[in-house]
């Protein structure tokens, strides 16, 4: 596709319940960034993939979050036992190096826990 | 660790007002710097970026200079215009590593 794709746009969730959120990057995008927004906040770092070095996790809020990205493709933002504080918009990003280069967002996943 | 610190908002002016905002950073080697915008309803987008020191990025009658020797990527627009009202983020990626982090966002509020 042309841009960043994420799905699904919302999920509704019950607590304790996983979810598994997706992001498309830009083909031939090297770098793959999850962030975390919630309301009226700003852009909390989640993770970060660049090629195939090990992602850096430093941002993940606990150990119910976890990552992957196959291929140096797709990746998967995991939670498990999922939380009332997890409700957020989830945002996905990706750009060509990573480096000095513009990063393109996608439209998000907003996650409500109930 | 690597931060980036934006001033306070919400920022509210009247149309036509010269705007700035401020942004400092800390950070080790030479990181590159961003200014991303978030208009009401769409998606973060790229506004200007500079990549070394001294360098000057501008875009949509926005301007920013890397400024090395104070830490700042400070934003100003002489004039700015109802349609400029959104939630602007300071940002820099890592020389070594391509880590991208962001201020805290700065709403800005433009009346007519």
């Known amino acids: 596709g042309a841009g960043v794709s994420q799905s699904p746009s919302n999920k509704v969730t019950e607590k304790g319940k996983d979810v598994e959120l997706r992001c498309d990057p830009i083909?031939?995008?090297?770098?793959l960034y999850w962030y975390r927004q919630s309301l009226g906040q700003g852009l909390e770092f989640l993770i970060y993939f660049q090629g195939n070095s090990a992602p850096d996790k430093s941002g993940l809020p606990s150990d119910r979050f976890s990552a992957e990205r196959t291929g140096g493709s797709v990746s998967t933002l995991t939670i498990q036992r999922t939380q009332q504080e997890d409700s957020a918009v989830y945002l996905c990003?990706?750009?060509?190096?990573?480096?000095?280069?513009?990063?393109?967002f996608g439209q998000g996943t907003r996650l409500t826990v109930v | 660790g690597n931060s980036v610190t934006q001033m306070e908002g919400p920022v509210t002016l009247s149309e036509e007002a010269f705007l700035t905002i401020n942004c400092t950073y800390t950070?080790?080697?030479?990181?590159?710097l961003f200014w991303y915008v978030q208009y009401p309803g769409e998606g973060l987008q790229l506004l200007l970026k500079a990549t070394k020191a001294d360098d000057k990025g501008s875009n949509k009658g926005f301007e920013a200079t890397y400024r090395k020797e104070t830490t700042s990527f400070h934003l100003e627009k002489g004039s700015v215009q109802v349609s400029d009202s959104a939630v602007y983020f300071c940002a820099l990626t890592d020389s070594n590593t391509g880590k991208l982090i962001f201020g805290q966002g700065t709403t800005l509020q433009v009346k007519p």
């Open positions: 083909s031939g995008h090297t770098a």
């Open positions: 950070a080790t080697g030479y990181p590159s």
């Open positions: 990003a990706s750009s060509l190096t990573g480096v000095g280069t513009e990063a393109f």
